[in-house]
């Protein structure tokens, strides 16, 4: 607490005192940050703040103050013209308050901050993460999708500045997104260490910008050697005898009616203009007056208590409050930081209130808190929350009103309404696609591997004998992808060639995985969402996830959507990843390219979707792990080799089938489907297969790192050498449709598992890579012919004039 309610006492002295923790600066250093400790890996301290608002209960017009005289300064360093072209930019949850004020000192400048809330339709503009925070994520959710693209001055704003590694995250990814010439970082303090306070400029420097500093107060913080462990002990040693905070009788609770004008933003989650700043002063006066009047008579000492990130608008009606009401309003907000409460005039937080997360968090149920609300006195509390947190844990008999009920006479409930941004283009469909389907309820891959933006059609019959489906498809009877063939049950043989070809080529995958992931990092976004093409890019999707986690610490989205040639990728899938995405981080991923068909079919698909739904961004460049046909830029090699997830067809794909599009399962406002083949755990090889190869990680850092280098200075131009092979072959070989032409080892599998098979090309002089095709096409009775000029491996030939009963030279069925 501050020095009036902790009797004259620092509210840091009782953490300096046993962990030599210290604070040198300003003189007023010691009456802004008091000092406590919290359950945290990454930094035990916390620098408790109080006059931001949060975790100690302070005149809402000393909070607002303080804010808006920094927005102030701001301007004045800034001068009007540039404020007027400036966006200020406030960090979730802290500071989502303080940001706000410190734009409304500024005056002329729109305001946003960032979130971990997800909102269904809002498309996410950025994104960044926080070192040292509970909770890390942070999302940008405009609803004008161009707040953050001008040119002008750009002012961020937090509680602390500390290490500076928030702050460069942020400039850093909004800045290869929207490059600007100058930059503001404001905080009610400056804790810099002498080590990291070069940082700044020399960042500026690389990045060719200005970057100012304003701050109200600066200092260091001391920290002896050792002091994290030491810290995390005084934690446990004092969590395990912390008595919650004792409760009187409950008190009664009453709900009001602010009367919130419609349409206008609970604060700056989607933005909040200087017009928005207009309607809300002009609004303020009419529901203070309101909470004035729900106030029992004799109330005395009255706190106003936010909501996590909502805390700008309960600031603002507790200011409004104090200046009409015939009572002490202080303000402070609930928040999901984990804190330490010993009851000591020396230590910032005296009590602690938990309770559970009402708001349906993105990332699931958790504890709550309020700091020093219980035993400081309060006659009434009126707790402000948005609509959505207004659920029945808010009112459930351990939760946030029963809580406050508990110690204090009396508690109010005023309910802003949460903002929802119109969506810029409204389709004709549902508003609301289903989520991703996940393992282990479909596909054998773990949750969090992968979600797969497919409708489960393992309920239906779709197998065809190959025979067929392959009749029905040449006659153009029925599309290729309104039917799957029979799963190919591989034999005992086959199976060890497979395990024989893993051993033999992990390393090379775990090179070429390493290679394109590095590639997609640095030329396409720090943060991808990876959305690999149903099914033989989804194992390659996988592996390079657990790439980026292994390298970089980085837990990547992703997911798999289906695309169908001649029909398109499934536009729902595009819509539901606009909406929880943005299309620029978007990367698609497939395994390998043969004659880059697949290529030309997502980039017209792309095209096709952008005119006609009005969403743009996403980027149709395909990467893969091997582009042996020079079809894409993005690859991690273009060696046509053997890569094992090719020669089995679901049993390596987490047991999911081809993607289905028929007009009587699919509907216009359906994912495509696939089935689910649980009753081939048995011979499943999906995990196997990803485990096998990502355990090869460590061998091939360096030549990975070497490999990449090389990769980003070439010129990787796509020369579709492999289109004109196959248009040569088609001709030579007189069957005159490329469709029928399968370049490379994976498509030439496809040809023999999946397909009805005419011969097979092989390179002479072709090794191991070919044993398994060598074998199925013995299986098949299918004819290998070696031919010497031939830019791939091999080449697969569907038979060209296919009718029941013919599959081979010979004309004659074979059953596998």
Not at 69 to 74: K, T, W
Not at 740 to 750: N, S
Request: hydrophobic content about 40%; charged content about 25%.
């Amino acid at each position: 607490m501050n020095k009036a309610v902790n009797n004259g006492a620092w509210s840091g002295s009782w953490v300096a005192e046993r962990l030599g923790v210290g604070l040198t600066g300003d003189d007023t250093l010691t009456g802004l940050l008091g000092l406590a400790l919290r359950r945290n890996p990454k930094r035990a301290h916390l620098l408790v703040s109080n006059v931001l608002g949060k975790h100690v209960p302070q005149s809402p017009g000393v909070v607002y103050g303080h804010g808006f005289a920094l927005g102030r300064r701001v301007r004045e360093l800034l001068g009007d013209e540039e404020a007027a072209r400036a966006v200020v930019l406030g960090y979730a949850e802290t500071a989502t308050g303080l940001g706000h004020s410190v734009a409304d000192g500024l005056g002329l400048a729109p305001y946003l901050h960032s979130t971990r809330r997800p909102v269904a339709g809002v498309a996410r503009a950025g994104g960044f993460e926080e070192s040292h925070s509970h909770a890390t994520s942070h999302l940008l959710l405009p609803e004008d999708p161009a707040l953050l693209a001008g040119d002008g001055p750009l002012v961020l704003v937090d509680d602390e500045f500390s290490t500076g590694n928030t702050v460069l995250n942020t400039i850093r990814d909004l800045h290869e997104r929207y490059p600007r010439g100058r930059y503001v970082v404001v905080a009610l303090v400056d804790m810099r260490s002498p080590a990291d306070a070069g940082r700044l400029a020399a960042f500026a420097r690389e990045i060719g910008a200005r970057v100012d500093l304003v701050a109200a107060a600066s200092g260091t913080v001391r920290l002896p050697e050792g002091v994290l462990e030491k810290g995390q002990e005084l934690v446990a040693r004092h969590e395990s005898r912390e008595a919650p905070a004792a409760g009187a009788e409950d008190g009664r609770i009453t709900r009001v009616d602010l009367h919130w004008p419609r349409a206008l933003p609970d604060g700056g989650r989607h933005g909040f203009t200087p017009a928005h700043r207009a309607r809300l002063e002009g609004a303020l006066p009419a529901m203070a007056a309101r909470l004035a009047e729900a106030i029992p008579a004799g109330a005395r000492r009255v706190l106003v208590l936010g909501f996590e990130e909502l805390m700008y608008a309960p600031l603002r009606l507790a200011r409004e409050l104090e200046q009409v009401a015939n009572v002490e309003v202080r303000y402070s907000t609930t928040t999901r930081s984990p804190v330490l409460a010993v009851d000591d005039p020396g230590y910032a937080i005296r009590t602690r209130l938990v309770f559970p997360a009402h708001d349906d968090p993105a990332d699931g149920p958790g504890e709550r808190y309020a700091y020093n609300v219980a035993g400081a006195g309060f006659d009434a509390v009126v707790a402000v929350v948005d609509s959505a947190a207004d659920t029945p844990r808010l009112h459930a008999p351990d939760g946030l009103l029963a809580q406050l009920a508990a110690h204090t006479p009396h508690v109010l409930l005023a309910v802003v309404p949460s903002y929802v941004p119109e969506p810029l283009y409204v389709p004709e469909r549902p508003a609301m696609l289903p989520e991703p389907l996940r393992g282990p309820a479909f596909s054998s891959y773990a949750p969090d591997e992968v979600g797969w933006l497919l409708q489960d059609l393992s309920d239906v019959t779709l197998e065809a004998p190959t025979e067929e489906r392959e009749e029905a498809i040449q006659s153009g009877g029925a599309h290729y992808a309104e039917s799957l063939p029979v799963e190919y049950q591989p034999s005992e043989q086959y199976q060890e060639l497979f395990h024989a070809a893993l051993e033999a080529s992990a390393e090379r995958i775990a090179r070429a995985v390493g290679v394109v992931t590095e590639a997609v990092i640095a030329e396409r976004s720090p943060r991808p969402v990876l959305v690999s093409l149903a099914r033989a890019g989804t194992p390659v999707g996988v592996l390079m996830r657990r790439w980026a986690r292994f390298r970089h610490g980085l837990d990547l989205p992703h997911y798999a959507v289906s695309i169908v040639r001649g029909r398109g990728i499934d536009a729902n899938a595009l819509r539901w990843l606009a909406a929880h995405h943005d299309p620029r981080d978007v990367v698609f991923v497939d395994g390998w390219t043969g004659k880059g068909a697949i290529t030309r079919e997502l980039a017209d698909a792309i095209e096709e979707f952008e005119a006609g739904d009005g969403i743009t961004g996403f980027d149709p460049e395909i990467a893969v792990l091997a582009d042996p046909g020079s079809c894409v830029r993005t690859y991690g090699t273009r060696e046509d080799f053997l890569i094992p997830s090719a020669c089995l067809n679901s049993t390596v794909s987490g047991l999911i089938s081809r993607t289905v599009l028929r007009a009587d399962l699919v509907g216009p406002n359906d994912f495509h489907g696939a089935k689910f083949y649980r009753e081939l755990a048995g011979v499943d090889v999906s995990v196997a297969f990803l485990d096998a190869v990502a355990a090869r990680f460590p061998e091939v850092g360096d030549t990975v790192d070497t490999a990449v280098k090389e990769l980003l200075a070439a010129d990787r131009t796509p020369t579709w050498e492999g289109w004109a092979a196959v248009e040569r072959i088609s001709k030579e070989y007189g069957i005159n449709d490329v469709n029928l032409v399968k370049p490379g080892v994976g498509e030439t599998t496809r040809v023999l598992l999946r397909r009805v098979p005419w011969k097979i090309l092989a390179r002479a002089g072709a090794g191991p890579d070919l044993e398994h095709v060598r074998l199925l096409a013995e299986q098949r009775g299918v004819p290998v012919e070696e031919v010497g000029e031939l830019p791939y491996t091999c080449v697969g030939l569907i038979h060209p004039r296919y009718t029941r009963g013919a599959t081979g030279a010979d004309g004659k069925a074979v059953t596998v």
